[in-house]
């Protein structure tokens, strides 16, 4: 019997310690950042939506439906790991949404970019680089201010039935968290009520979320769409995206810093299509964010497409930027009574500082006039937007980017000089330059981490 006893005993401590060697293992995971494809955990939301979760990149987490950060809730998603979206349409789009109240904390770096993408993407050629509509995409939703009745809207594409589809408050404090070095890919589905969602939608989201190298690529709607908030983003990059690239309404009233948009491949409408207000277009805040150092590259000339269109009321300052490669220019949209002219007017919407190329419309900036103005009206208008050209400092230049499409190369990087005549940044959060554009000559910053990268390259 005492025999039997010890037996037992020694084989009860073997349990301990190998119990004890499976949680120091857990404690220090594999370091290998590659997935395991049969590591694929599917996320599906009941309600309760992800809960406070870290997701990490020894895994692959597949969307299945709309997927929800809830308020209070925090997710946080570790460098190099990669989310997938299933395909669907409407009611069984796919796409995470981080409600007002949640938070995500997806921060990644150069070398371990987190990777949102359609199902069927294995990162390896299995899905052709340019293919969109694939799945839905990513929307952050927070508690900043809109300049719509009432001041509280569902974001587009989430049924009305939905209370975690809410975005806008009163404070642009705000802080939804941190999205950092991460790549946004083959999404733009539709995801209901005729809505093909954005890349990276903003809806209300406050000044204290951290936006940075963030890439949308190849997706079917817009690039990134403002729905007011004042949020901050830096080094962004939109490529081959079919409608715009960068949109903003309702009162986005932000700052931006080193965007880069690029179109392709018969894709996009307009580079920066920026609206007011929408219901009313009147209200306030104004839209008017602050946004320096862009590269703009469209799609060429005879393509009939708009580097910017400010209308509905909205304003906005660009400043030391390059803008290139469009059949047309700026355009300022003129009305009978309180428009986008009068934004101008009043020194809300400026664009100062900046050099433009190959852009066929002349003048380059100019005004579209609604059909009741009266023609006697209009001539005043567009003397002052036209002139306004050269008494801001803005010019024509090549600033040395080289683009064939063709030989899918398009280079950012400008080969010519593109310092010169600085506008001053009005606030500490800009980074001060000496060179226009979204990239110092001497630093790729979009390298390794994006997909648009592999297209820099000749």
Avoid at 275 to 282: K, L, Q, V, W
């Amino acid at each position: 019997m005492k025999k039997i006893i010890y037996l037992l005993a020694i084989l009860a401590l073997a349990v301990v310690v190998s119990i004890s060697g499976c949680k120091k293992d857990n404690d220090n995971p594999d370091p290998d950042p590659d997935p395991d494809p049969n590591d694929e955990i599917v996320i599906k939301d009941n309600g309760s939506g992800t809960g406070t979760d870290t997701w990490t990149a020894d895994n692959v987490y597949l969307l299945d439906g709309l997927v929800f950060v809830n308020d209070s809730q925090t997710l946080t998603i570790e460098p190099g790991t990669i989310i997938k979206g299933k395909p669907g349409q409407g009611e069984n789009a796919s796409a995470l949404i981080v409600s007002r109240g949640g938070k995500i904390l997806a921060e990644g770096t150069s070398a371990l970019p987190i990777i949102f993408t359609a199902q069927a993407d294995d990162l390896q050629g299995s899905v052709p680089d340019l293919d969109n509509g694939l799945w839905g995409g990513v929307i952050i939703l927070g508690k900043a201010k809109l300049n719509t009745v009432p001041g509280e809207q569902q974001i587009e594409g989430i049924a009305k039935t939905e209370p975690r589809g809410l975005y806008g408050g009163d404070d642009d404090n705000d802080n939804s968290g941190t999205f950092k070095y991460v790549s946004i890919r083959h999404g733009g589905t539709d995801i209901g009520e005729g809505n093909e969602i954005n890349g990276l939608t903003l809806g209300g989201v406050g000044k204290n979320t951290t936006i940075e190298y963030v890439e949308v690529f190849a997706n079917k709607d817009d690039g990134v769409e403002f729905f007011g908030g004042a949020p901050r983003l830096k080094n962004i990059i939109v490529a081959f995206v079919g409608d715009d690239s960068f949109d903003y309404d309702q009162g986005y009233s932000g700052y931006g810093q080193f965007w880069l948009a690029v179109q392709g491949y018969d894709r996009g409408d307009r580079l920066g299509e920026h609206d007011g207000g929408t219901d009313p277009e009147t209200g306030d805040p104004y839209a008017i964010p602050t946004i320096h150092n862009v590269t703009y590259i469209g799609r060429g000339a005879g393509a009939g497409k708009r580097q910017i269109t400010f209308r509905d009321n909205a304003g906005g300052h660009y400043a030391n930027s390059i803008l290139m490669n469009q059949d047309k220019g700026v355009d300022i949209e003129l009305l009978i009574g309180q428009d986008s002219y009068q934004q101008f007017e009043n020194g809300k919407l400026t664009l100062k500082n900046n050099i433009f190329w190959a852009v066929a419309q002349d003048p380059i900036f100019n005004v579209s006039a609604a059909d009741d103005v009266p023609a006697e009206d209009i001539d005043a208008p567009r003397n002052a937007v036209s002139g306004s050209f050269a008494e801001n400092a803005n010019e024509l230049k090549d600033p040395g980017i080289e683009i064939n499409e063709q030989n899918s190369y398009f280079n950012p990087i400008p080969g010519n000089d593109v310092g010169g005549d600085m506008a001053p940044v009005l606030d500490n959060w800009f980074t001060t330059t000496n060179y226009k554009g979204a990239f110092d000559p001497s630093n790729n910053w979009a390298a390794g981490w994006s997909l648009f990268s592999k297209y820099m390259t000749n």
